[in-house]
């Protein structure tokens, strides 16, 4: 409930109860002494009537609270089931990326094996040439183990993550949960924060021709903003202060806003990514050419599906620093409700799409 209103209630139940005090002020200046169940009966009637009116104000503040809290609630839910399927979008980019180093690395063999004496004599020896030049880079282990991602994609999912648990804490903030939910809360946010430090692809060795060139140096950018969170850890060890972990997740939200931001831009590089995959596939006649235009289009249209969710979860993280900072306006509360319905009309596209993408 607004402020302003409570403060009409309050400024009312006094107004009331100075009329009937003035009214024994005028009977007793009169020199009519009241009864004395006459002036009880006043008082208690003062009493009640300014007990009611507090009742009032806090039933309305109680139900205030707990429809914001139920609206979020239903937000929340639907933003859970968004990281569950940006999860599933980024599995398809990883057997994307995995492809693509394997490709590049067939085409330098390639490339090498036909400035040699012996490619005049066998053309299709690639099999010998590929034994005589396979190596061991340490910079390369996540693309030699398949059931890890590899450096791109798993950078991509560790900035995810981060955006995931600052919504988490900010859903701990407005549920009212204790002070030691809330630090393990920011305590795991800032441990997202230092795993995404930590898994910066490098740019060295790539060739210039590299799909996944351009998102590299976008997820270099992002994770540079996200390591602002990493301090979070020893805050969250150091302190068990609800108003302190408010203040410090607030003081956060424009790091987490341009990270969206981010995040929207290199959309166009995972799409290049899994359109390079799918020509070579193409190109080795593992795939028709209208299998690949039919898988391009539904990988194409559940991109901008996850674009606009990407876009609706931000403008939701915005009400909800406005909903704790107070500044939300009237009625903002129930946006939640039209975001919830939002995510969850587009994650059924996403689905959808998915299910459209051939294996």
């Not at 004599?121 to 190596?135: F, K, R, T, W």
């Not at 979070?232 to 987490?256: H, M, N, P, T």
């Not at 289009?297 to 704790?324: F, G, M």
């Amino acid at each position: 409930m607004k402020h302003s209103n409570i403060t009409a209630l309050t400024t009312t139940a006094f107004y009331f109860n100075s009329l009937v005090i003035a009214d024994i002020n005028q009977v007793t200046s009169n020199g009519h002494q009241p009864y004395k169940g006459q002036q009880r009966l006043i008082l208690v009637i003062s009493m009640y009537m300014r007990i009611a009116v507090l009742c009032i104000i806090t039933l309305l503040n109680v139900g205030c609270t707990k429809n914001s809290i139920n609206e979020y609630a239903q937000y929340h839910h639907s933003f859970t089931q968004y990281h569950e399927l940006s999860e599933l979008i980024l599995d398809r980019l990883a057997v994307s990326e995995r492809m693509n180093f394997a490709e590049e690395n067939a085409y330098k063999v390639r490339s090498i094996y036909k400035n040699t004496p012996e490619y005049r004599i066998d053309p299709l020896g690639m099999q010998q040439a590929e034994l005589n030049n396979i190596v061991f880079s340490e910079a390369d282990i996540r693309y030699y183990i398949d059931v890890i991602d590899p450096p791109v994609t798993h950078q991509l999912r560790t900035s995810i993550e981060i955006i995931y648990r600052y919504n988490e804490a900010l859903a701990a903030l407005i549920n009212g949960d204790t002070a030691e939910v809330l630090a393990n809360k920011v305590s795991e946010l800032g441990a997202a924060a230092v795993k995404a430090s930590t898994s910066t692809v490098s740019i060295v060795g790539l060739p210039a021709s590299s799909p996944i060139l351009p998102m590299v140096s976008e997820l270099g950018h992002i994770s540079s903003q996200l390591a602002a969170f990493e301090p979070l850890i020893e805050l969250a060890f150091r302190q068990k202060s609800k108003k302190v972990f408010r203040e410090e997740l607030l003081s956060k939200y424009d790091v987490i806003s341009a990270a969206l931001d981010q995040l929207s831009h290199t959309i166009p590089s995972i799409f290049f990514v899994v359109k390079t995959s799918y020509l070579d596939m193409l190109d080795k006649k593992v795939r028709t050419p209208e299998e690949t235009l039919r898988d391009l289009k539904a990988y194409r249209q559940l991109l901008a599906n996850w674009s606009l969710l990407l876009n609706q979860s931000k403008e939701a993280l915005a009400l909800t620093k406005d909903v704790l900072s107070e500044n939300a306006a009237s009625g903002s509360t129930a946006a939640f409700i039209t975001f919830s319905n939002d995510l969850d009309a587009v994650s059924r596209a996403v689905r959808a799409n998915l299910a459209q993408i051939g294996q």
